[in-house]
């Protein structure tokens, strides 16, 4: 099994329709669209309808995949959704998409590396097909953001969106996935995460007036922990891969930040014109930022089959990742 060359099929993503403006957040908190694009890359993002779950939009993004892989689901066996905004704490939002589409039958779960999750997916999906015991896998990033924002924190408010991207995974007719490197460091995890609803602080009538449901964020550490991590993973991605950085067509960072993947393109050397920016139109979307940005170059032509990209991501955790892949 070890010559299995394993890889990406198709991608498909789905944002919601509502569109969130500056201007709009200059109503509902003390902010201007002047520090939001300066301090951020942010003019809008996407605000999913309070009827639609995570699940839906991952629904919309796997059919796109799945149609242009031209895959039946009935021919899934794996299903991952790397989400920190599932449906319900179970069953998983895996569980709940594999009904949707009918993918009756295939391994299901979730998995939470926060804004690193769909790589962290990615990677799993790799390992599962190429030793032979997985055949053809669906990763989504899928987020609602919205419901965990406080919306009267101007710090964390004005920074994210929602949406979900998707990919097949599966057998390619030469090497796809080229290189990875995860990591994580649990000693971080209090700058940026969410207190209230699980086992440690219950929901309770105390938590919500507490507003623990929202996300908290010391936003200057996280930035430049992000900076040095994701530098360093895209560097050793790019080293297993036996490459050289302008080797590389484009490099697809986790969009939290213009600023973040600015500083990362100067310190790996790569000119920031060969990072792909969906920022300033979807916000963060955590673990579907990725994805979606992934997509939106293949479906508009900007990256064709046979580009090397580098996936490189920074999230809660903290944890943190990079993959080398060929399209
Ligand atoms: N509008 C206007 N002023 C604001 C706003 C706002 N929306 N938000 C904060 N400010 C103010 C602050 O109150 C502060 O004012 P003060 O100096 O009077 O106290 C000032 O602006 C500067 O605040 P900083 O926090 O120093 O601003 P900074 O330049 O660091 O930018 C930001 C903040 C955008 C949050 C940045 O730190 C950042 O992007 N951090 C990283 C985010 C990230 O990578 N997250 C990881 C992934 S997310 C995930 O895993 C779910």
Same mark, same amino acid.
């Given at each position: 099994?070890?010559?299995?060359?394993?890889?990406?099929?198709?991608?498909?993503?789905?944002?919601?329709?509502?569109?969130?403006?500056?201007?709009?957040?200059?109503?509902?908190?003390?902010?201007?669209?002047?520090?939001?694009?300066?301090?951020?890359?942010?003019?809008?993002?996407?605000?999913?309808?309070?009827?639609?779950?995570?699940?839906?939009?991952?629904?919309?993004?796997?059919?796109?995949?799945?149609?242009?892989?031209?895959?039946?689901?009935?021919?899934?066996?794996?299903?991952?959704?790397?989400?920190?905004?599932?449906?319900?704490?179970?069953?998983?939002?895996?569980?709940?998409?594999?009904?949707?589409?009918?993918?009756?039958?295939?391994?299901?779960?979730?998995?939470?590396?926060?804004?690193?999750?769909?790589?962290? %997916?990615?990677?799993? =999906?790799?390992? #599962?097909?190429?030793? +032979? &015991?997985?055949?053809?896998?669906?990763?989504? $990033?899928? *987020?609602?953001?919205?419901?965990?924002?406080?919306?009267?924190?101007?710090?964390?408010?004005?920074?994210?969106?929602?949406?979900?991207?998707?990919?097949?995974?599966?057998?390619?007719?030469?090497?796809?996935?080229?290189?990875?490197?995860?990591?994580?460091?649990?000693?971080?995890?209090?700058?940026?995460?969410?207190?209230?609803?699980? %086992?440690?602080?219950? =929901?309770?009538? #105390?938590?919500?007036? +507490? &507003?623990?449901?929202?996300?908290?964020?010391? $936003?200057? *550490?996280?930035?430049?922990?992000?900076?040095?991590?994701?530098?360093?993973?895209?560097?050793?991605?790019?080293?297993?891969?036996?490459?050289?950085?302008?080797?590389?067509?484009?490099?697809?960072?986790?969009?939290?930040?213009?600023?973040?993947?600015?500083?990362?393109?100067?310190?790996?050397?790569?000119?920031?014109?060969?990072?792909?920016?969906?920022?300033?139109?979807?916000?963060?979307?955590?673990?579907?930022?990725?994805?979606?940005?992934?997509?939106?170059?293949?479906?508009?032509?900007?990256?064709?089959?046979?580009?090397?990209?580098?996936?490189?991501?920074?999230?809660?955790?903290?944890?943190?990742?990079?993959?080398?892949?060929?399209?």
């Amino acid at each position: 099994m070890a010559d299995r060359h394993v890889g990406i099929r198709a991608t498909g993503s789905y944002l919601p329709e509502r569109v969130l403006s500056n201007a709009d957040l200059e109503r509902m908190v003390d902010t201007t669209d002047q520090w939001i694009v300066e301090r951020t890359g942010i003019r809008t993002r996407r605000i999913a309808r309070d009827d639609e779950a995570t699940s839906d939009m991952a629904a919309e993004a796997s059919r796109r995949a799945l149609g242009r892989a031209g895959l039946d689901p009935k021919d899934l066996d794996l299903l991952v959704v790397a989400t920190v905004t599932p449906d319900m704490p179970f069953p998983s939002t895996a569980c709940v998409l594999q009904e949707r589409l009918g993918a009756f039958g295939a391994a299901c779960f979730d998995l939470n590396a926060a804004c690193s999750g769909w790589l962290y %997916s990615l990677d799993m =999906a790799w390992g #599962a097909i190429a030793g +032979g &015991r997985y055949r053809n896998a669906l990763v989504v $990033g899928a *987020e609602k953001l919205s419901a965990i924002t406080d919306w009267e924190d101007r710090n964390t408010c004005v920074l994210f969106g929602d949406g979900a991207g998707a990919a097949v995974v599966g057998e390619t007719p030469r090497p796809g996935f080229i290189s990875s490197c995860l990591g994580a460091d649990g000693r971080w995890g209090r700058l940026l995460y969410l207190p209230g609803g699980g %086992s440690r602080h219950p =929901a309770s009538h #105390a938590t919500v007036d +507490g &507003r623990m449901h929202y996300m908290k964020m010391e $936003g200057k *550490e996280v930035f430049k922990q992000a900076v040095a991590a994701m530098s360093s993973a895209a560097e050793e991605a790019i080293r297993r891969a036996g490459m050289r950085a302008d080797e590389i067509a484009c490099f697809i960072p986790h969009q939290a930040n213009v600023r973040i993947m600015k500083a990362v393109a100067k310190r790996i050397g790569v000119p920031f014109d060969r990072f792909l920016v969906t920022i300033d139109h979807c916000g963060n979307i955590s673990a579907a930022s990725i994805p979606i940005a992934l997509d939106e170059a293949v479906s508009d032509g900007r990256l064709k089959e046979g580009d090397a990209v580098v996936l490189v991501a920074f999230g809660g955790g903290f944890t943190w990742g990079a993959m080398a892949v060929r399209l």
